[in-house]
Structures are given as C-alpha cells and as structure tokens.
C-alpha cells in the first residue's frame, strides 16, 4: 500500500470516528449506563435497609423467646454445641 493509500484510509477511519451519529450513540449509551448504576445502586440500598430491619426484627424476636424460655434457649445452646462439636472433631 501506498503511503498516499495509507493517509487516505487513516483520514476515513478519523472521519468515521468522528461522525455525529456515532458520538450521539455513545452519549446515549453512556447516559444509560449511568441510569443502570443509578437504579443498581438505589436497589442494593432498598436490599441493605431491608435486610437491617430483618435483622433487627429477628433479633428482637429471639431476646424475647429467651425472656419467656431460658431453659429451653440454654437446652438449644447446648444441643447445638455438642452437635457442632461432633461434626468438627477430627477423627483419627
């Protein structure tokens, strides 16, 4: 190829480049993009307030079983030790 050939292909692929179609296209595209992160962000937020005030519901919910059953929650405490106990121990 020649170098004239070579300047004339770089020309039209600058041109090409810089179309007003393809930079509207790409604003568009970059507009949308911001919108998704946008709305993303805004959903893991809604997830994370949601899931405190689970957290707090349930922690709540179990302090009040333990007032009203202490036996019961030391019995459940224990059991689950000593399951969790035998499923650890290492067996030789």
């Known amino acids: 190829m020649t170098a004239k050939a070579e300047t004339k292909q770089f020309s039209d692929a600058k041109s090409a480049t810089s179309d007003p179609g393809a930079d509207r296209l790409a604003d568009r595209a970059k507009e949308q993009a911001a919108q998704t ?18 957290i707090e519901r349930l922690a709540s919910q179990s302090q009040d079983f ?27």
């Open 37 to 54: 992160v946008q709305k993303a962000q805004e959903n893991l937020e809604a997830g994370i307030d949601y899931s405190k005030g689970e």
């Open 66 to 92: 333990i007032k009203k059953n202490p036996g019961l929650a030391v019995a459940g405490a224990l059991g689950a030790g000593i399951l969790l106990g035998l499923a650890l121990r290492k067996r030789y």
